[in-house]
């Protein structure tokens, strides 16, 4: 048994400095490069501390990247599962905290900002009990490190932690083992084709090598290092990029060698979506993505109001616009490029593209869509009214402190929201009654309502809940 490099996950909550820790650890400068500052795409780089090699994977914040969070923390050996101090225990914190224990992992908690003013590093590890973490000194030994990842401070304690707890779970692997590597990402470059990112967990992955997916088989044509070096061969922990597919595998499925007809494959990490009953009145979409992990987060956030006719990667080709025409589809481009016959064709054709480079941006436009196709042409049935009496903002959201007036509110319910004479439809996403989050809440009651998408709720603005009527036939 030899002893390969640990690989190295960082989870946590948007925002929270997981790139700039590994900006500050490779002493590179990724997060510049991050349309919106956050990352979009699972990427897996090494470092060298002390003479070892660890090999660490990035993971996107937002919470449409769950999936993604999912992967890493089962990819993963050791996991460091970063807190800010002046954001503390935050929705994708606790989501990663869940995807830790469920992976059973090792873990350290990095409490991040430390240098920040309004830091609150015992609030921190308070909060985390409540998620049954139990940092030391708190209730337990999961250990813990104070950082900034901006000015470095703490970041060699952590690599030693890291390093120590790796040392602990003895991570080795046979050097007689048939290889196993596992998909971090793929994308269609479109000057070398499917550049596939992968993880080797066991055995040794060579130039010239023919390995397999579920669903695609390469013969190994190149491999590159994080770092884009042109390299032979791939061990145990290293992370490459492999050029050869001829199609895109699946995110998050194991690469064996042999070809697709010989290998004995496991089930792919991935479950493909549901199928969708294109009778229903939907919002019809086109979906094209740069790399196939965005593309999963974007689909995997979508609701059932939306039918997907298309999805894929790479750049809009002038199919899509066609295809886009006949089926009377929105297309959606994320991180791609739009020639400039492509959208002369688009707009001879009538057909609408929307392409963003931010994810949020992308599912808050669908979200309007959804509602403006929902709007009522009838006359509609008021299910609750409520009257904004404070707003409160909290991390961005915009929460609604209101009287319920008449009727019922229920989350998942379509709303007016009325100021004079404007009126803005939306969603009621949350409901709380103090600190308690719950499902509905009715007429003299008092209450705080967030919405979907985040409007701009003021005082004395009416909500209004309301059904379409459907008449008896």
């Known amino acids: 048994m030899t002893a390969r490099p640990p690989i190295v996950a960082i989870l946590g909550h948007v925002d929270h400095g997981k790139t700039t820790l590994l900006d500050y650890i490779r002493k590179a400068h990724v997060a510049d490069k991050e349309a919106g500052g956050i990352t979009q795409s699972i990427g897996a780089y090494q470092a060298e501390f002390k003479g070892k090699l660890l090999t660490f994977i990035d993971t996107p914040g937002h919470a449409a990247f769950s999936k993604m969070r999912s992967r890493g923390a089962t990819v993963a050996d050791i996991v460091v599962l970063v807190v800010a101090a002046d954001d503390s225990v935050q929705p994708q914190t606790i989501e990663s905290i869940k995807h830790i224990k469920a992976s059973a992992v090792p873990f350290v908690v990095a409490i991040n900002k ?5 830091a609150q590093v015992e609030v921190v590890k308070a909060e985390l009990t ?18 900034s990842g901006k000015k470095g401070t703490g970041v060699d304690t952590l690599l030693e932690t890291i390093l ?12 007689s083992a048939k290889l196993s590597a596992i998909v971090i ?33 390469c013969k190994v044509r190149a491999l590159y290092s994080d770092a884009g070096i042109s390299v032979k061969e791939a061990l145990p922990g290293m992370p490459v990029q ?18 697709l007809e010989t290998a004995v494959h496991i089930s ?56 886009a025409s006949t089926t009377g589809s929105i297309i959606l481009g994320f991180n791609i490029k739009v020639s400039s016959s492509v959208a002369k064709l688009a707009e001879a054709e009538e057909v609408i593209i929307k392409a963003h480079k931010i994810i949020y941006e992308l599912l808050e436009y669908i979200e309007k869509k959804v509602l403006k196709l929902m709007e009522p042409s009838i006359d509609e049935d ?22 319920i007036e008449s009727g019922l509110f229920e989350v998942g319910n379509t709303i007016h929201l009325k100021r004079g004479d404007v009126v803005k439809d939306a969603r009621v996403r949350s409901i709380r009654i103090g600190k308690e989050e719950v499902k509905k809440v009715e007429a003299g009651k008092e209450c705080g309502i967030f919405l979907s998408p985040n409007l701009d709720v003021r005082e004395k603005d009416v909500i209004i809940a309301y059904k379409k009527k459907v008449d008896d036939i």
Not at 164 to 175: N, R
Not at 313 to 319: A, C, Q, V
Not at 382 to 401: C, M, P, R
């Open 164 to 175: 120590l707890l790796a040392e602990l779970e003895e991570i080795k692997y046979d050097d």
């Open 382 to 403: 008021e299910l609750g009214k409520a009257t904004v009496l404070k707003v409160f903002d909290i991390n961005g959201d915009h929460i609604a402190g209101s009287s």
């Open 185 to 217: 990402e793929a994308k269609l470059d479109p000057k070398k084709g499917v550049l596939v990112s992968s993880i080797v967990k066991e055995g040794t992955l060579k130039l010239g090598d023919t390995v397999s997916t579920t669903n695609a088989t």
């Open 268 to 323: 792919p990490l991935n479950v493909p979506a549901a199928a969708i009953d294109p009778t229903i009145k939907r919002l019809n979409v086109i979906v094209k993505a740069d790399t196939a992990g965005s593309l999963e987060a974007i689909l995997g956030s979508f609701t059932s109001d939306v039918y997907i006719v298309s999805s894929g990667t790479g750049d809009l080709t002038e199919s899509d616009v066609l295809l």
């Open 242 to 259: 492999i050029l050869g597919f001829q199609t895109l595998p699946f995110v998050g499925d194991i690469i064996i060698p042999g070809s």
């Open 130 to 147: 409540q998620h049954e973490v139990f940092v030391e000194g708190y209730g337990g030994n999961t250990p813990f490190v104070l950082i």
């Open 114 to 118: 430390v240098d920040k003013p309004d």
